[in-house]
């Protein structure tokens, strides 16, 4: 079963516009942690931002920040003014379970493209 | 700024052989991991370590995958008997704690 959702494969946002990235994910650990990577076309992974499931307030850092919404399960990426530099792959993981496993499961990506 | 590197950066092999993907994580790293991802699909993981042994793995790491930490730097990934459809990026990562996981560049590599 897939355990992290990310079903726009493709989005165009004007530069300097807001961008939301959705992602959902599946789990009955209680205790597990959320990732959002970005991979440009040189196919670098760059990890921009965590929300651990018991983290209070949604994280941020610089123009990123996590929508965490615990009860509906979703944990979209919004990317304030965005710019032609964030032209990427996106990429929403899960890492379930603090009981040794760490196993952290990805989703399919999302493709964003700022046009000027 | 320390960063997590990896050697090759690309490998070609025979199928059958036996190839060693290394990796150096950043000095005060805890929790390892090696991830692969097949030419534009999505990443998957292989394996997790922590102390010094597997703590888990998944079902593409079956008997021809084994990882090492050799020497308490060096972090390796070693495919016994290549098979073709072993060709894909092979991304280490690491981190400090469970909140961040630091991936190096990656080594590509192709099974002929």
């Known amino acids: 079963a897939q355990k992290i959702t990310q079903t726009q494969p493709g989005m165009f946002v004007q530069e300097k516009e807001a961008v939301t990235l959705d992602c959902t994910y599946d789990?009955?650990?209680?205790?597990?942690?959320l990732f959002w990577y970005k991979q440009p076309s040189s196919g670098e992974m760059i990890f921009l931002i965590y929300q651990g499931s018991y983290d209070q307030q949604n994280a941020t850092e610089g123009r990123y920040s996590l929508n965490f919404q615990k009860a509906r399960k979703s944990a979209n990426l919004v990317i304030s003014a965005s710019q032609l530099g964030d032209s990427a792959m996106y990429f929403c993981?899960?890492?379930?379970?603090?009981?040794?496993?760490?196993?952290?499961?990805f989703g399919a990506g999302t493709r964003l493209f700022v046009k000027a | 700024e320390p960063e997590v590197t990896q050697t090759p950066s690309h490998q070609v092999t025979q199928m059958g052989q036996e190839v060693i993907l290394r990796c150096v994580p950043i000095s005060n790293h805890l929790y390892f991991y090696w991830y692969r991802q097949i030419l534009g699909q999505k990443v998957e993981f292989l394996v997790s370590?922590?102390?010094?042994?597997?703590?888990?793995k998944s079902e593409i790491f079956d008997d021809q995958f084994s990882v090492e930490r050799p020497d308490g730097s060096n972090f390796t990934l070693k495919i016994r008997s290549t098979k073709l459809e072993d060709s894909a990026m092979y991304f280490c990562?690491?981190?400090?704690?469970?909140?961040?996981?630091?991936f190096g560049p990656g080594t590509r590599l192709l099974v002929l």
């Open positions: 990562a690491g981190g400090q704690g469970l909140e961040t996981q630091y």
């Open positions: 789990t009955s650990d209680p205790s597990y942690g």
């Open positions: 993981a899960m890492r379930e379970g603090r009981g040794g496993g760490f196993k952290t499961i």
């Open positions: 370590f922590y102390n010094n042994e597997i703590s888990e």
